[in-house]
Structures are given as structure tokens and as C-alpha cells.
T-cell receptor, first 115, second 112 residues
Framework: EAGVTQFPSHSVIEKGQTVTLRCDPI?????LYWYRRVMGKEIKFLLHFVKESKQDESGMPNNRFLAERTGGTYSTLKVQPAELEDSGVYFCASSYRGRNQETQYFGPGTRLLVL | DAKTTQPPSMDCAEGRAANLPCNHS???????VYWYRQIHSQGPQYIIH???NNETNEMASLIITEDRKSSTLILPHATLRDTAVYYCIVDRLWGGADGLTFGKGTHLIIQP
């Protein structure tokens, strides 16, 4: 069974540009999460989807970040316009939605560098 | 803020058991103890979780104290590939599972 996949693995962009990150969860997982780690900091939760609905986006840093999950399958996280402080590693995780089954499994991450 | 406290780093000799402690004195009755690890340049990897009973799987064992205020992750025969940052996290397992709260974790270094 394929795990969580993320694309691209690396992205280097200039300040002010737009970047879109993609996450493909494990098949059948209704829960999808985005996290990020910025340099020197801990991994922080950004938001949580249940199917196509945003369940909790309390961790989104500001309105330059837009996450979508149309159709309840893959998700995208768009940063527009990117700022220097957005540099870091963005992780996606997914989990099955059901009693005693919601362990989160993480993808390898997308390393974003804003110059 | 993380609800757990872990030592920042530990060393362990290859082939020996690695015992990683975690304090979670404010854990709620409906919260589980999860362990994840992050090997350099990879995403966090799920290891094991438990509520109040000791648990074992192919990767590790989890020992939870009777009062549930602390736990220990045991890697029975550590290898060099177990060098990683290990995170102890408390979270509800069900009922709108939230985003996980990662702390600083324990950097475990396996020495040859």
C-alpha cells in the first residue's frame, strides 16, 4: 500500500512568488493534515480536513496560505505571495476516520526555500 | 505548548536497549500516548501508541505507569538506523482527532 506522497520534494522560489504544494493521502483516509517546521522551530500543525471540509485551520499563519481538498482526495497548499519566513519543511499526514483508527501517517515533506 | 517533557538528547550503544522517558503529568482520561520519530530528512514516522496498558509491536514497546503520568519507549535492540528525534505526544485518538502537538523531542544517538 502506498504511503502519503507529497510533491514537489523541494521548491526554491523568490519572495513574492506563488508556490503550490500537493499531498496525496493514503487511499481511504478521510482525515488529512498539514504541518510545517520552520528553521529551528518545532513541527507545527496548520490545518485538518475531513474529506473536503476544513475541520480546523487554527494553525494557519495568515491569509497568504490557502489549503484546498476538492473532491476529498488530494490536497493542495498554496502560499501567495511567499515571504522569507515561509521557508521550511511542509508535511502532510493522513489518517483513517473511525473509532480507534485515527493514527496519523506522514509524508516525506516538501522543503520550501524562499529567497 | 507540548503537554509532554522529554530529555533533549540520549546516547545508546548499538545492540543495547534504548529506553526513552516521557513525562505527561497533565494527561486526560481520553488521551493516548503516542510516539513518533523523525529520521533526518524524512517525515515523522509513527512508532506506537497506548492508553494505559503496556503495548508492544514490531518496532518497540511502550510502558505506561499506572497513574499514566509518565511512559517509557523501549527499542529492544537499537541499531544505527534508530538514530532520530523521538517525540512523545498525547492526543485523543478519536472524536475529531486534532493536529498533533510536537515538542522538541529527544535526539537519540546510537553509538557504534
Amino acid at each position: 500500500e502506498a504511503g502519503v506522497t507529497q510533491f514537489p520534494s523541494h521548491s526554491v522560489i523568490e519572495k513574492g512568488q506563488t508556490v503550490t504544494l500537493r499531498c496525496d493521502p493514503i487511499s481511504g483516509h478521510d482525515n488529512l493534515y498539514w504541518y510545517r517546521r520552520v528553521m529551528g522551530k518545532e513541527i507545527k500543525f496548520l490545518l485538518h480536513f475531513v474529506k473536503e471540509s476544513k475541520q480546523d485551520e487554527s494553525g494557519m499563519p495568515n491569509n497568504r496560505f490557502l489549503a484546498e481538498r476538492t473532491g476529498g482526495t488530494y490536497s493542495t497548499l498554496k502560499v501567495q505571495p511567499a515571504e522569507l519566513e515561509d521557508s521550511g519543511v511542509y508535511f502532510c499526514a493522513s489518517s483513517y476516520r473511525g473509532r480507534n483508527q485515527e493514527t496519523q501517517y506522514f509524508g516525506p515533506g516538501t522543503r520550501l526555500l524562499v529567497l | 505548548d507540548a503537554k509532554t517533557t522529554q530529555p533533549p538528547s540520549m546516547d545508546c550503544a548499538e545492540g543495547r536497549a534504548a529506553n526513552l522517558p516521557c513525562n505527561h503529568s497533565t494527561i486526560s482520561g481520553n488521551e493516548y500516548v503516542y510516539w513518533y520519530r523523525q529520521i533526518h530528512s524524512q517525515g515523522p514516522q509513527y512508532i506506537i501508541h497506548g492508553l494505559k496498558n503496556n503495548e508492544t509491536n514490531e518496532m518497540a514497546s511502550l510502558i505506561i505507569t499506572e497513574d499514566r503520568k509518565s511512559s517509557t519507549l523501549i527499542l529492544p535492540h537499537a541499531t544505527l538506523r534508530d538514530t532520530a528525534v523521538y517525540y512523545c505526544i498525547v492526543d485523543r485518538l478519536w472524536g475529531g482527532a486534532d493536529g498533533l502537538t510536537f515538542g522538541k523531542g529527544t535526539h537519540l544517538i546510537i553509538q557504534p
